[in-house]
């Protein structure tokens, strides 16, 4: 559930009926948007008319507009964007959707994405348009400076972008001055000229003053617009104008404390009241009034204030929202704590109080705060939790407020000081959590153990919701499971999770939260039978109770569990048919399902279709690809990374892992796939095997380790790297030990049902045991590795390992040739795989040189060899080598029998030799065979 929007910020105000035309100044702008220019910049003290002439001008010039004004909450990054994704509703109301799902998440995307998401869809807005940005100079916070200059360097070309500020922000100003991309207009260009105060003064304001007044007054106020308003104020009614002009001098803070008493003097005492009570407020209507005046006059106020020209501005066109005018209020607000400071926390607090009766809890807490209420806001913060956790209130807003209460404070109340514990699990502070977890559980000990503590602290507990100190117990619990099992201790999470569970009067909530956590254990531990009961079962009550969004992010972890058993059909048919199941919901898309295509991706890329795993994770982009569980933010980048590794792009994969890694929050989700093993496998590919083995040293690893589940992903990527180095040192040493550690690996997957690494484990086992020459075991694990892969339909467990690997299956099909009198065929999963070698394919670099041990020879005569050879010339030459006639290798390869000769004589050629036995001797000489 999203926060609010309030209307009022996106309220173009209308031109006034009765204002003083600036055709120079219209002019101007004009000239810079036929220009093409991005920004126009409106920059100048309080009190120039900036808003003024603005709603002037866009009046006039017949495009449409977005309007955005800006106030002190949208110093938060993720509030700014909201609302300006709001703005460009008014005018494209189906635009940002994606944006703002995204911006609701609990650990929002990198603000670039979401930038280039929305840019990309301002770009089909058909009609130029123009953006306002009222009020920048409230905002004072890099992220939303860099956010901004970001939109304007890439700023689509029908969008025109208006800043009006106090002052001037902090963006690439000069940049876009020298590239002839920036109108401005300044207070030396928005000051009255003598005309045009003549014209504001006798005939706006309805004074009768001579020329010689008028030229006074507008040097003394330099053509302050606001200044000159507020002594036309001031001089209304009075019959000295002249001595009051000449005594109006000083500089602008001094002109503001004589205007504003004057004005205020001149006002009858409720009136002047009504000022200064209601200053506090950032927006005003009559029932907020009536709260903080404690009157019932409210309406009959804001529109006699308005009527009088007292400087207020309706915020909507039914006139039931009001603001003062920003200088005005900053006085008003100066003057009350000048004449009247002890009624300034009460009135924020009334305000406060207003707030919550009304259910604007933000704007309540807000208040409380500034009136330096602790005890009631803590009350607030308190009850503002749940909907934190919804989504609806930021969390990092939450902590902000949190942060302002005395540690005292937090520590007296239970229950606030668990959803700060909670607040920080999102953050991934888990030892900060768990240190408030249990502080806090000491409120839920024995009466007598109680007493002694209270007697002693000198402390009483408060609750704001007696039914939340209720659910304490399992609450506590919940945290303590989900501490434990992201610290990978899997007896405290069961103990902590079994406790819920066992709570007959726990929120129903908390016990889902505790199954989902044992879950997690079973699959952790390696019991993926179990885990993948709970998150099926789960899985469907969440489908039944309509939460779709739970139901995406239980079922792609259950898509992760049947990819471990080897399951990869049914892993596919599950995250299809939920999919198919949210399309079937219509429209809205939800933006959770981009999780599914993620999930998707993956598995259409283990079964080598990299056509569809490119499309889905397109489909994820265009779905907000960041708007999913923080999790889901690195294994999205993780995923990116496997499709670039599959395309050949081994830096653009390592770039992705160092962004992942980047991202990564920790979690209860085990970490079964750790990043930097990830990179480590790059490595071994890249021939980079001194950094790889660096990474093995630096987790202490070692062939001689127990198997443990948990680590499996990194002990396999150890054998890697040890017959990556076997390779590279040209055979020397044994490799024995790897084929032992694999041999281990193999029966513990074995034992527990993880038919994916039994696959990938027999492919290593085959490469180990082809490394050292050794072909029939290598044919015996290749041969049990197919045969449990083909059912499911596995291509990239083998395709990533290369040439290597091509050679090993190609020598195998030769193999089953030769089987024919037994019954034996080729299979077609086979060819597929041979096929699939064909597609971008990287190559470790450690196998160019020396894909198996040199028996004779000279090591770079046969690097060269084999790089000068083509594959389609290695694999017609080991062909020729079975004794194969040109006419068979022209079937066996679909060749016509003349290219077949051609690639003859291209071998001979490059190995220098006349004929096929010739050629023989010499790859075997070479070790090429």
């Known amino acids: 559930m999203s926060a609010p929007i309030l209307a009022t910020k996106l309220y173009i105000p209308p031109p006034r009926s009765k204002i003083v035309l600036r055709p120079r100044l219209i002019e101007r702008l004009n000239e810079g948007l036929s220009a093409g220019r991005k920004l126009t910049l409106i920059s100048a003290s309080a009190g120039f008319g900036k808003t003024t002439l603005v709603s002037e001008w866009i009046a006039?010039?017949?495009?449409?507009?977005?309007?955005?004004?800006?106030?002190?909450?949208?110093?938060?990054?993720?509030?700014?964007?909201?609302?300006?994704?709001?703005?460009?509703?008014?005018?494209?109301?189906?635009?940002?959707?994606?944006?703002?799902?995204?911006?609701?998440?609990?650990?929002?995307?990198?603000?670039?994405?979401?930038?280039?998401?929305l840019i990309n869809e301002i770009i089909t807005i058909p009609e130029n348009f123009i953006f306002v940005l009222d009020d920048y100079h409230i905002i004072d916070s890099k992220p939303v400076d860099n956010a901004l200059t970001f939109l304007i360097e890439h700023l689509p070309p029908q969008m025109h972008l208006v800043i009006a500020t106090r002052e001037d922000p902090a963006l690439p100003l000069a940049r876009l001055r020298v590239r002839g991309q920036l109108t401005e207009l300044r207070a030396a260009d928005l000051r009255f000229t003598p005309a045009e105060a003549a014209e504001f003064l006798n005939q706006m304001m309805g004074l009768n003053l001579s020329a010689e007044n008028i030229a006074a007054l507008d040097k003394r106020t330099e053509g302050w617009i606001a200044g000159l308003q507020m002594a036309a104020l001031s001089m209304q009614g009075r019959s000295d104008t002249a001595s009051f002009i000449k005594s109006f001098t000083g500089s602008h803070h001094f002109i503001l404390d004589y205007l504003v008493e004057e004005v205020l003097q001149r006002q009858p005492?409720?009136?002047?009241?009504?000022?200064?009570?209601?200053?506090?407020?950032?927006?005003?209507?009559?029932?907020?009034?009536?709260?903080?005046?404690?009157?019932?006059?409210?309406?009959?106020?804001?529109?006699?204030?308005?009527?009088?020209?007292?400087?207020?501005?309706?915020?909507?066109?039914?006139?039931?929202?009001?603001?003062?005018?920003?200088?005005?209020?900053?006085?008003?607000?100066?003057?009350?704590?000048?004449?009247?400071?002890?009624?300034?926390?009460?009135?924020?607090?009334?305000?406060?109080?207003?707030?919550?009766q009304n259910g604007l809890r933000s704007d309540a807490i807000r208040h409380a705060l500034a009136a330096q209420d602790f005890e009631g806001a803590a009350g607030l913060i308190e009850l503002a939790w749940p909907a934190a956790e919804a989504g609806s209130i930021q969390q990092a807003t939450w902590l902000g407020w949190v942060k302002r209460l005395s540690e005292e404070l937090v520590r007296a109340r239970p229950v606030l000081n668990v959803w700060y514990a909670y607040a920080l699990l999102g953050s991934g502070e888990m030892e900060a959590a768990q240190a408030r977890l249990k502080d806090a559980e000491r409120w839920l000990e024995p009466a007598e153990t109680m007493k002694v503590r209270l007697e002693t602290a000198s402390t009483e507990m408060v609750v704001a919701d007696q039914e939340q100190f209720k659910t304490l117990p399992?609450?506590?619990?919940?945290?303590?499971?989900?501490?434990?099992?992201?610290?990978?201790?899997?007896?405290?999470?069961?103990?902590?999770?079994?406790?819920?569970?066992?709570?007959?009067?726990?929120?129903?909530?908390?016990?889902?939260?505790?199954?989902?956590?044992?879950?997690?254990?079973?699959?952790?531990?390696?019991?993926?039978?179990?885990?993948?009961?709970?998150?099926?079962?789960?899985?469907?009550?969440?489908?039944?109770?309509?939460?779709?969004?739970?139901?995406?992010?239980?079922?792609?972890?259950?898509a992760d569990i049947r990819l471990a058993l080897g399951h990869l059909h049914e892993a596919i048919n599950t995250l299809e048919q939920l999919l198919q199941f949210v399309m079937d919901q219509g429209e809205p898309f939800p933006l959770d399902a981009a999780d599914l295509h993620r999930e998707l991706s993956k598995l259409?890329?283990?079964?080598?279709?990299?056509?569809?795993?490119?499309?889905?994770?397109?489909?994820?982009?265009?779905?907000?690809?960041?708007?999913?569980?923080?999790?889901?933010?690195?294994?999205?980048?993780?995923?990116?990374?496997?499709?670039?590794?599959?395309?050949?792009?081994?830096?653009?994969?390592?770039?992705?892992?160092?962004?992942?890694?980047?991202?990564?929050?920790?979690?209860?989700l085990p970490d079964f796939c750790p990043i930097s093993a990830m990179k480590a496998r790059i490595w071994v590919v890249q021939g980079?095997?001194?950094?790889?083995?660096?990474?093995?040293?630096?987790?202490?690893?070692?062939?001689?380790?127990?198997?443990?589940?948990?680590?499996?992903?990194?002990?396999?990527?150890?054998?890697?790297?040890?017959?990556?180095?076997?390779?590279?040192?040209?055979?020397?040493?044994?490799?024995?030990?790897?084929?032992?550690?694999?041999?281990?690996?193999?029966?513990?997957?074995?034992?527990?049902?993880?038919?994916?690494?039994?696959?990938?484990?027999?492919?290593?086992?085959?490469?180990?045991?082809?490394?050292?020459?050794?072909?029939?075991?290598?044919?015996?694990?290749?041969?049990?590795?197919?045969?449990?892969?083909e059912p499911q339909g596995y291509v990239r467990l083998f395709v990533d390992e290369g040439e290597p690997m091509r050679l090993l299956i190609l020598d195998f099909r030769l193999w089953i040739e030769k089987q024919r009198r037994e019954g034996r065929k080729p299979t077609e999963y086979v060819d597929k795989l041979l096929a699939a070698f064909a597609q971008i394919v990287p190559v470790p670099q450690s196998e160019v040189s020396n894909p198996t041990p040199l028996r004779s020879g000279d090591y770079s005569q046969k690097s060269t060899m084999v790089q000068s050879l083509s594959q389609r010339e290695l694999e017609i030459l080991k062909l020729i080598a079975q004794g194969l006639s040109n006419q068979e290798i022209g079937e066996r390869l679909f060749l016509a029998l003349d290219t077949v000769k051609g690639h003859n004589r291209r071998i001979f050629d490059k190995l220098q030799v006349q004929r096929r036995t010739e050629a023989i001797a010499r790859a075997s000489e070479l070790g090429l065979l």
């Open 60 to 117: 006039s010039c017949e495009r449409p507009v977005a309007w955005l004004s800006l106030d002190e909450g949208d110093n938060e990054l993720t509030r700014f964007l909201a609302y300006l994704v709001a703005a460009l509703q008014t005018i494209a109301p189906k635009i940002g959707i994606g944006v703002l799902a995204a911006l609701q998440s609990p650990q929002p995307p990198p603000i670039e994405s979401i930038l280039t998401t």
């Open 269 to 356: 005492e409720h009136v002047r009241n009504f000022l200064l009570q209601t200053a506090i407020l950032d927006r005003l209507c009559a029932l907020l009034c009536n709260a903080v005046t404690e009157r019932e006059d409210g309406k009959d106020m804001l529109e006699a204030l308005e009527r009088s020209n007292l400087f207020v501005i309706p915020l909507d066109d039914q006139r039931q929202w009001y603001r003062y005018h920003h200088l005005f209020a900053e006085v008003l607000q100066a003057h009350l704590r000048e004449a009247q400071p002890e009624r300034v926390s009460t009135l924020h607090r009334l305000a406060s109080e207003w707030y919550e």
């Open 474 to 558: 399992a609450t506590i619990a919940i945290g303590h499971a989900y501490i434990a099992q992201t610290l990978g201790n899997i007896p405290d999470t069961v103990r902590y999770a079994s406790r819920v569970l066992e709570l007959t009067d726990a929120d129903p909530f908390r016990h889902s939260q505790a199954s989902m956590l044992l879950g997690m254990t079973y699959w952790a531990s390696g019991d993926l039978d179990s885990a993948g009961r709970v998150f099926a079962d789960y899985t469907m009550k969440l489908r039944t109770a309509g939460n779709i969004p739970d139901a995406i992010s239980t079922t792609v972890v259950l």
């Open 604 to 668: 259409y890329l283990e079964q080598g279709n990299l056509e569809a795993a490119a499309q889905h994770l397109q489909r994820c982009k265009e779905l907000g690809e960041k708007a999913q569980l923080p999790v889901s933010r690195y294994r999205l980048c993780i995923d990116k990374a496997r499709l670039k590794t599959a395309q050949g792009d081994l830096e653009g994969a390592l770039a992705l892992l160092d962004e992942a890694q980047r991202l990564y929050i920790r979690s209860p």
């Open 688 to 789: 980079r095997l001194i950094e790889a083995q660096g990474w093995a040293h630096e987790q202490g690893l070692s062939v001689e380790d127990a198997p443990s589940y948990l680590r499996e992903f990194e002990h396999v990527t150890l054998a890697r790297v040890l017959i990556a180095r076997y390779k590279s040192d040209r055979g020397t040493g044994s490799i024995n030990e790897v084929i032992g550690l694999l041999e281990r690996l193999l029966h513990a997957a074995e034992a527990g049902g993880r038919m994916g690494s039994v696959i990938e484990i027999l492919v290593l086992l085959a490469l180990a045991h082809a490394a050292q020459g050794d072909s029939p075991p290598a044919r015996v694990s290749l041969e049990r590795a197919l045969t449990l892969a």
